[in-house]
């Protein structure tokens, strides 16, 4: 049975705050179908602990909240950028859910916590591939930029969270990954096969010259 879920209400936001804040566009939304797809599979695990790294404008967060339902699962949201967490905490307040935002770079300060924690792990990185220098002066600024400047193959960001993956995610734990073909997709479903975990593509789409896919990465 297909689930259809409404997309957030993300009305409040602002050019100012678009100026700071990634505006919600396709890599967004095919994030938003590929977690509707897996709706009542999701459901079905009732989630203790889902995690989404980088929310940007919190319309993914937000969605994921509304998809679990009333419930005793907690939605942590990590970025960042300050602005980040300032207009995810509004998306969540303009359609009455909670979310927990946190100012931090990646789940650094959440690790020891998280440990094989993390049943749902919600990821659309920054997957421009650009160079190093770039990469690393949007990471320090600490701004829009940190949305997608991704380095090398678009990947050095996304590395750092795939490396420790598979002792992040709990015995029913699920990553739902946005990737571009410049990622590699399936050189990254070999690496986390080599890692005993499942790689599978739930969704692709072409947006002008990107060629968009989810990956859902699970221990089964």
């Known amino acids: 049975m297909s689930i259809s879920l409404p997309t957030p209400n993300i009305a409040h936001l602002t050019e100012e705050d678009y100026e700071h804040v990634y505006e919600p566009a396709e890599d967004s939304f095919i994030l938003l179908d590929a977690l509707e797809l897996d709706a009542q599979l999701i459901r079905d695990d009732q989630p203790t602990i889902c995690v989404e790294i980088g929310s940007g404008s919190g319309i993914a967060s937000t969605f994921l909240s509304q998809l679990v339902g009333p419930s005793s ?18 998306t969540a307040q ?66 750092v969270i795939l490396d420790k993956l598979p002792e992040l995610l709990s015995p029913i734990g699920k990553m739902y990954l946005v990737t571009v073909i410049q990622n590699k997709p399936l050189e990254i479903t070999r690496k986390m096969e080599s890692k005993g975990l499942v790689c599978k593509e739930i969704i692709k789409r072409r947006a002008g010259r990107e060629l968009l896919s989810v990956l859902r990465i699970s221990r089964i």
């Open 94 to 159: 303009a359609n009455e859910i909670s979310l927990n935002p946190i100012l931090c770079h990646l789940l650094d300060p959440l690790l020891h916590r998280l440990k094989s924690n993390i049943d749902i792990l919600v990821f659309n990185p920054p997957y421009v591939p650009t160079g190093m220098t770039e990469l690393m002066d949007t990471q320090n600024q600490r701004d829009i930029g940190g949305a997608w400047a991704g380095g090398q193959d678009g990947m050095i960001i996304t590395d």
């Open 73 to 90: 699962s907690l939605i942590i949201s990590t970025d960042i950028n300050r602005y980040a967490c300032e207009v995810t905490l509004r």
